[in-house]
């Protein structure tokens, strides 16, 4: 087992040093079914060729992680052995799928898998058999592929062109029997007999029933990137067909959502893009229900010059209707709702359908003991950050509703018109001031004041808030300024680390735009101080520092057990 996990380890590690992470549907794709829950691809040869561009020897890179001790140079030996010497191909993409099956005992299984590409095949069988876990484990021959058996719950299969690494995990969950009226815990799978049908699944199933036949997988490689990432809503079909209650065109709604996304490291940024493609049945929900833009005016007069997030979103409160209804659902949820006074209808219109979220002035939360001249002790906390939400109002009929339910239950309180924070709240240290236009929570009464006083201005760069307009959603990260007010009261092992990356790292921006009659489109944006150097290269300092910085912690934690535990005293008091 051992061996197993130096194997698939070394071939993420590698993954990850030429990736640190073409063509329409790459060959691999026939391996992979439709329903798959999720698709990562590393493109190797593209991010090689950026680093050797960059003057980045890669050989250099491994040697730094392998220079420690003996351990290290065996590592590194095996590392190479796997490199150059197993027949794999590492100019051609890697894939690692997972998959989430729903079995026929009421068990659900859980999929990793890890495609490469093969140079030779007869090389890489023959780096099997030489390997000691392996000298006792038969090479078994199928129709189109072969295979070895790692245990009852991993295996190694390959053809001509590619491997295929599989993990396999069984969960059995107790099915509740109605008539018994007990939970019964169905008999236990055998593993090893699922796990085999499972990957002879991925060789010998039809085009069809694979992501070759999925033009959203296909298209995602028509742009050159040096990642890619696909998930699909096909995954939750199995799920909806062993629910007790069948809701009527639950599945049309679910069924061939996909979200497709790049990753690419550029000069001064780290980019990545996505796009969500639906179905009839959603594109046509999302075209009645077209949402808004992002409300700006939120955000403007927030108290702060050291912003720290920023999250905005707006959308139509009419579409979660939509939804209820093209799904002939709206009355029985009503039916469900009418004890509590209020409908499905109240709830959605509650809000207009405009959020906004803004944090501030983060730091290592402290407090200062100082003696007053009677001698007692005065205490001085400074809180973690300052924070505001707020939500403006739509049918204040609705909200005054919701809101006068939730004064009943005890979560707010009511002086005339306006609500203010419960005890459960105000022990959490929040302040809420909500009326007939907006709801607002902040961190303190203090900062609400300011914001609502609409004295201030909040400083925002222009670039990001120029990225921000006309978008549905966005997030803002200032992950410079957010460090610094760690780091002052930063001195443990990775200090360095995070120095480094204040150094490195500007913001960060995510976006998304609202539908476009074909697609939702999303972008993902790291900025980084260097703008002129490739991200990428930018990136190996930062996490060669992290590196040695985890080497060091690891020693001062070795040396400290040898001092509280010598070599000479008993393992099983060391260990314990």
């Given amino acids: 087992m051992q061996f197993t996990f130096r194997l698939f380890l070394g071939s993420i590690l590698l993954v990850s040093l030429l990736t640190a992470c073409g063509n329409r549907a790459p060959k691999e794709a026939k391996y992979i079914p439709k329903d798959v829950s999720a698709v990562l691809v590393a493109d190797p040869k593209n991010l090689h060729d950026k680093l050797e561009k960059s003057g980045i020897n890669m050989d250099t890179l491994i040697n730094r992680l392998f220079q420690r001790n003996a351990v290290d140079t065996a590592g590194r030996a095996k590392f190479y052995e796997i490199k150059d010497g197993a027949g794999i191909n590492w100019n051609e993409k890697i894939f690692f799928f997972a998959m989430q099956n729903a079995e026929q005992n009421q068990s659900e299984s859980n999929v990793l898998n890890l495609i490469a590409g093969l140079s030779d095949a007869s090389k890489f069988e023959a780096f099997l058999k030489k390997q000691p876990y392996f000298l006792n484990k038969a090479v078994q021959k199928e129709k189109s592929y072969s295979y070895i058996l790692i245990n009852n719950e991993s295996m190694i299969a390959w053809n001509e062109s590619n491997v295929i690494g599989s993990i396999y995990q069984s969960k059995i969950k107790p099915v509740y029997d109605t008539v018994a009226m007990k939970f019964i815990v169905p008999e236990k799978a055998?593993?090893?007999?699922?796990?085999?049908?499972?990957?002879?699944?991925?060789?010998?199933?039809?085009?069809?029933e694979s992501l070759a036949s999925v033009e959203a997988f296909g298209k995602m490689f028509q742009s050159k990137s040096d990642g890619y990432a696909f998930s699909s809503t096909n995954r939750y079909l199995s799920i909806l067909g062993s629910m007790p209650l069948q809701l009527p065109k639950l599945e049309e709604l679910v069924k061939d959502n996909y979200i497709a996304s790049t990753l690419s490291f550029e000069d001064g940024k780290v980019m990545a893009t996505a796009t969500t493609y639906t179905n009839p049945f959603v594109s046509s929900i999302l075209k009645r229900y077209a949402g808004p833009t992002v409300n700006l005016s939120l955000i403007e007069n927030y108290p702060s010059e050291n912003i720290n997030m920023i999250m905005m979103a707006s959308f139509n409160p009419e579409i979660f209707g939509g939804i209820l209804k093209q799904l002939e659902v709206e009355g029985l949820v009503n039916n469900f709702m009418e004890k509590t006074g209020f409908s499905s209808q109240d709830l959605y219109k509650t809000l207009k359908g405009d959020i906004a979220v803004v944090v501030s002035d983060l730091q290592m939360p402290t407090k200062d003991v100082k003696v007053k001249n009677d001698s007692t002790l005065s205490i001085e906390r400074k809180p973690l950050g300052k924070m505001v939400f707020n939500a403006p109002v739509g049918d204040p009929v609705a909200f005054a509703k919701i809101m006068n339910k939730g004064v009943e239950l005890g979560y707010f309180t009511k002086i005339g018109t306006v609500y203010n924070a419960g005890n459960l709240m105000r022990f959490m240290g929040m302040y809420m001031h909500a009326d007939e236009k907006n709801l607002i929570i902040a961190s303190d009464s203090i900062t609400y004041a300011q914001y609502v006083s609409n004295k201030t201005k909040a400083v925002i760069s222009n670039d990001a808030l120029n990225l921000f307009k006309g978008k549905s959603a966005v997030a803002y990260f200032d992950i410079a300024n957010t460090i610094k007010g760690f780091l002052s009261n930063q001195n443990g092992n990775y200090k360095n680390s995070l120095v480094t990356a204040k150094e490195t790292f500007k913001d960060l921006i995510v976006s998304s735009e609202n539908f476009d009659g074909n697609s939702l489109q999303g972008k993902f944006e790291i900025r980084l101080n260097n703008e002129k150097q490739n991200s990428l290269v930018t990136l190996t300092s930062l996490f060669t520092d992290?590196?040695?910085?985890?080497?060091?912690?690891?020693?001062k934690e070795s040396e400290a057990e040898e001092k509280m535990f010598p070599t000479g005293m008993p393992a099983i008091i060391r260990t314990n």
């Avoid at 055998?190 to 199933?205: C, G, L, P």
Wanted: proline residues 0%; hydrophobic residues 40%.
């Fill in 190 to 208: 055998n593993i090893e007999k699922e796990m085999k049908a499972e990957v002879n699944k991925y060789f010998t199933q039809k085009e069809s």
């Fill in 546 to 555: 992290i590196a040695v910085d985890m080497r060091m912690a690891a020693k």
